[in-house]
């Protein structure tokens, strides 16, 4: 059975797309721990970060680094939190969250951004137009 982020590849649910090349597709959280809060994706399903074999492991790092300069252009924010948590959906996802320096910001119980669909529609296209340009 397909997993969530792989409907969202195969666009059978909609997502509010940031960043995507042949291998990666990269996306806002809909429940964001902070504005330009974004998941980052292999489009193959696998299970395991540490299953993934060494070149597609690398090249997700390399794209994960590219989207990451993009938030960051994108989004006001004293650095970049990444997680790979990887035990809420059995598909690869790297975590990356703008950070203001405020301590306990990835706890991922901390309550959720509430943001409308213009503003994620506004964010993902601010990610997207810098990671184009980049």
Not at 38 to 63: G, M, Q
Not at 98 to 111: A, H, R, S, V
Request: hydrophobic share 40%; aromatic share 10%; proline share 5%.
């Amino acid at each position: 059975m397909a997993t969530i982020f792989s409907k969202i590849v195969n666009r059978e649910i909609p997502s509010y797309k940031v960043a995507e090349n042949e291998k990666f597709y990269a996306f806002l959280d809909i429940n964001p721990l902070a504005k330009g809060h974004t998941l980052v994706i292999p489009k193959k399903e696998v299970d395991y970060i540490f299953d993934l074999d060494n070149e597609t492991y690398t090249e997700l790092f390399s794209f994960v680094r590219k989207v990451s300069a993009a938030i960051e252009a994108s989004i006001d924010c004293v650095r970049l939190g990444m997680v790979v948590y990887g035990l809420d959906v059995p598909h690869v996802h790297v975590h990356l969250v703008p950070l203001q320096g405020k301590g306990n910001e990835l706890n991922f119980g901390n309550p959720k951004v509430k943001l409308s669909p213009d503003e994620f529609k506004g964010i993902a296209e601010r990610i997207r137009t810098n990671f184009e340009s980049a």
